[in-house]
Structures are given as structure tokens and as C-alpha cells.
């Protein structure tokens, strides 16, 4: 299996700061690599997919980029809804995998 | 807009065979566009994908838990469904199902989950 590691697992921030989460992956998955969004007792939400392609109806604040082993989350401006995890998950090979999350919190 | 909301027992034994399964609305399940799939998150834990079906059928699993899960799809009732056999304590999560697709934004075809249902809590205890 193909093991995805994120950092940090937590971090705190105030609105308006950039944001910066990273992924890296035990193999080379080229820009097989999405990002999802998951508040509190919700469902994750895509909010990138293919490394760097913005989801329809994702914010415009959030970006992605990498390829190979090592990806990146940025968010550009933190507001009050972007509290919340963010998992990095491969779709490289089966089994698909997802790293452990990264929790935003308010500092 | 596809929706998805899994329905099924809350409360497992030991033992015996985790069901659920997953009505889908606003759309039809045997779209060539999308696969089926399942997922789930213990508490306080990470996401662990379980398995995926195509309206053909055909399905892919996890290893870690293939010889006690089955997908299947029935296509009459716009519907798939998990069996999990043999459960334990650890099976004890949130079990999502969701939609798959693909894009190419340039030359390679990328997967992920576009449309998830809410969620359901499964305790497996005696």
C-alpha cells in the first residue's frame, strides 16, 4: 500500500493567515493526489483533485500543487469556515489511501 | 445533484454481518461516469477506503479487508450496499458511502470522491 504522510497533523491559525499543509507519499503517485475538506461531524468535501485542479464550487482561496512524492494544500486567506481537517488521499493504486488529516485550528 | 444517505443497523455484534446500504438520488447509479464506493473512519482516526463497484458489477477491494466484505449494486432500486462479515470492535466507525469519478485536467485520468452521503455511526458490541 502506498503510505501518505501529512504535516503538520495540527496546526493554529488566525483568519487572514496563509496556510500551508504538505503530503507526501512512500512512492511516486505522479498527480494522482486530492484534497479534502472536513468539518466537524460532516462528510469530507473535494475541494482539489489531480493535485492542482480546483473542484467546482471550491473556494478560489484554496490551491494545490506537487507531483511525485511531495504535494501541497495553500490556503491563501484563512476564513472562519476553513476551520476544520484536511486529508491528503492518493488514487495512484489500489488500495486508495488517505493520510492521517491535518486539524486547523483557531489560534 | 447526486445525494447519497447510507441506512442500515447502528448496533452490531460480534461476529456476525455488518449491512448497509446506499440509496442514490438526483442521479442514476448505472451512469457510466461513476463508481461506487465505501469508506470509513473510526473515531478520532483517519479515512480507510473499503471498496468500490461499477454499475457492471465488477468491484475492487481493499486487502486489508477482502475476505470479509462484499459491494453490490442493485441497479433496479438505484442502490449498493456493504456487507461486512465477521466484525469486531475495530470495525466500530463512521461508514460513508460516496460516488466516484475521474477527470483529466491534462494527459492522466485522476479519481476521487465527488458526492458523499452524511455518514452513519456503526457500533459493533455485545
Known amino acids: 500500500d502506498i503510505q501518505m504522510t501529512q504535516s503538520p497533523s495540527s496546526l493554529s491559525a488566525s483568519v487572514g493567515d496563509r496556510v500551508t499543509i504538505t503530503c507526501r507519499a512512500s512512492q511516486s503517485i505522479s498527480i494522482y493526489l486530492n484534497w479534502y475538506q472536513q468539518r466537524p461531524g460532516k462528510a469530507p468535501k473535494v475541494l482539489i483533485y489531480?493535485?492542482?485542479s480546483l473542484q467546482t464550487g471550491a473556494p478560489s482561496r484554496f490551491s494545490g500543487s506537487g507531483s511525485g512524492t511531495e504535494f501541497t494544500l495553500t490556503i491563501s486567506s484563512l476564513q472562519p469556515e476553513d476551520f476544520a481537517t484536511y486529508f491528503c488521499q492518493q488514487s495512484y493504486n489500489i488500495p486508495w489511501t488517505f493520510g492521517q488529516g491535518t486539524k486547523v485550528e483557531v489560534k | 445533484q447526486v445525494q447519497l444517505q447510507e441506512s442500515g443497523p447502528r448496533l452490531v455484534k460480534p461476529s456476525q454481518t455488518l449491512s448497509l446500504t446506499c440509496p442514490v438520488s438526483?442521479?442514476?447509479?448505472?451512469?457510466?461516469?461513476?463508481?461506487w464506493t465505501w469508506i470509513r473512519q473510526p473515531a478520532e482516526k483517519g479515512l480507510e477506503w473499503i471498496g468500490r463497484i461499477y454499475s457492471s458489477g465488477n468491484t475492487n477491494y481493499n486487502p486489508s479487508l477482502k475476505s470479509r466484505v462484499t459491494i453490490s449494486i442493485d441497479t433496479s432500486k438505484n442502490q449498493f450496499s456493504l456487507n461486512l462479515s465477521s466484525v469486531t470492535a475495530a470495525d466500530t466507525a463512521v461508514y460513508y458511502c460516496?460516488?466516484?469519478?475521474?477527470?483529466?485536467?491534462?494527459?492522466?485520468?485522476?479519481?476521487?470522491?465527488?458526492?458523499w452521503g452524511q455518514g452513519t455511526l456503526v457500533t459493533v458490541s455485545s
Open positions: 460516496a460516488s466516484g469519478v475521474g477527470a483529466a485536467p491534462a494527459t492522466d485520468y485522476v479519481e476521487y470522491f465527488d458526492y
Open positions: 438526483g442521479g442514476s447509479i448505472s451512469s457510466g461516469s461513476y463508481y
Open positions: 489531480a493535485a492542482s
